[in-house]
Nanobody, 119 residues
Framework: QVQLVESGGGLVQAGGSLRLSCAVS????????LAWYRQAPGKQRELVAG???????NYVDSVKGRFTISRDNAKNTVYLQMNSLKFEDTAVYYC?????????????WGQGTQVTVSS
């Protein structure tokens, strides 16, 4: 019964900031990765940022220096702080969880939150 619920999306002007949150409910195994993906109209879904249970992060080149992913394990929440937003960042952003346990690997997705950046 793992569920991921995104929030924080909305409309913002270019150059502005926005913070996305993803609350994870249910039983979460200690070894897991949390990530943000996005999909713009007519484009493939892409990995924006990821963070491991150990705190290691990675970003797609287009957002490096502007976006920051973080997690609060006590709250089972992952965040994406987005600064200096560009029109090209407009997309539906999805939260993703991958976890590893004794029986294998599991993956879960949120329903997505719309981020629209006006020029």
């Amino acid at each position: 019964q793992v569920q991921l619920v995104e929030s924080g999306g909305g409309l913002v002007q270019a150059g502005g900031s926005l913070r996305l949150s993803c609350a994870v409910s249910g039983s979460i195994f200690s070894i897991n990765d949390l990530a943000w993906y996005r999909q713009a109209p007519g484009k493939q879904r892409e990995l924006v940022a990821g963070i491991t249970s150990g705190g290691s992060t990675n970003y797609v080149d287009s957002v490096k220096g502007r976006f920051t992913i973080s997690r609060d394990n006590a709250k089972n929440t992952v965040y994406l702080q987005m600064n200096s937003l560009k029109f090209e960042d407009t997309a539906v952003y999805y939260c993703n969880l991958k976890e590893w346990y004794e029986h294998g690997e599991l993956e879960f997705w949120g329903q997505g939150t719309q981020v629209t950046v006006s020029s």
